[in-house]
T-cell receptor, first 112, second 112 residues
Framework: IAGITQAPTSQILAAGRRMTLRCTQDMRHNAMYWYRQDLGLGLRLIHYSNTAGTTGKGEVPDGYSVSRANTDDFPLTLASAVPSQTSVYFC???????????FGEGSRLTVL | DQQVKQNSPSLSVQEGRISILNCDYTNSMFDYFLWYKKYPAEGPTFLIS?????DKNEDGRFTVFLNKSAKHLSLHIVPSQPGDSAVYFC???????????FGQGTTLQVKP
């Protein structure tokens, strides 16, 4: 089934550690996004990429970095995790003109 | 500042009745509005959208209404079914960047 695959599904890590959340899509969508979901705050955009080779900052980019070496992969890296980065992270891709996003299943991250 | 607001964190309705979920926005630079549905432990899935030049869009049991003068949109579900129980996010697409801004979400419970 075509779609977005995220890994890991969940992870607990110590503060200060480096962590990369992986995201792969097989729909050949140009645009990809990383959101975090927090109770009472909805989904907030961390970083995005309109096409391979380009990235941009969203609403809450601090403490995160992304890369887009090819169309399919869009990893999100936390260089030095902090407890406030405990959240559920969703990767998404998009095509077309209506803004419809296709989301992955999410990665639940707990930073202790 | 929260540009897209869902002021009701939760809503409970009886099966067969109408569910009305509301969303307000503060920015006029949105060209599309979308509703997403999210089940626990899954990613959000697209439900229905509406262009800013329209005031109504219908898809089966789901209808979205847009009131531009009031900067308000609503999602009507008729008749409501227990399977509709989920978190519903409204989202608005910025016309200049194409990015989606999400509301905080409303948890809908449909009781049998």
């Amino acid at each position: 089934i075509a779609g977005i695959t995220q890994a890991p599904t969940s992870q607990i890590l110590a503060a200060g550690r480096r962590m990369t959340l992986r995201c792969t899509q097989d729909m050949r969508h140009n645009a990809m996004y990383w959101y975090r979901q927090d109770l009472g705050l909805g989904l907030r955009l961390i970083h995005y990429s309109n096409t391979a080779g380009t990235t941009g900052k969203g609403e809450v980019p601090d403490g995160y970095s992304v890369s887009r070496a090819n169309t399919d992969d869009f990893p999100l890296t936390l260089a030095s995790a902090v407890p406030s980065q405990t959240s559920v992270y969703f990767c998404a891709s998009a095509t077309g003109n209506t803004g419809e996003l296709f989301f992955g299943e999410g990665s639940r991250l707990t930073v202790l | 500042d929260q540009q897209v607001k869902q002021n009701s964190p939760s809503l409970s309705v009886q099966e067969g009745r109408i569910s009305i979920l509301n969303c307000d926005y503060t920015n006029s630079m949105f060209d599309y509005f979308l509703w997403y549905k999210k089940y626990p432990a899954e990613g959000p899935t697209f439900l229905i959208s509406i262009s800013s030049i329209k005031d109504k869009n219908e898809d089966g049991r789901f209808t979205v209404f847009l009131n531009k003068s009031a900067k308000h949109l609503s999602l009507h579900i008729v008749p409501s079914q227990p399977g509709d129980s989920a978190v519903y996010f409204c989202a608005a697409r910025r016309s200049n960047t194409g990015k989606l801004i999400f509301g905080q979400g409303t948890t809908l419970q449909v009781k049998p």
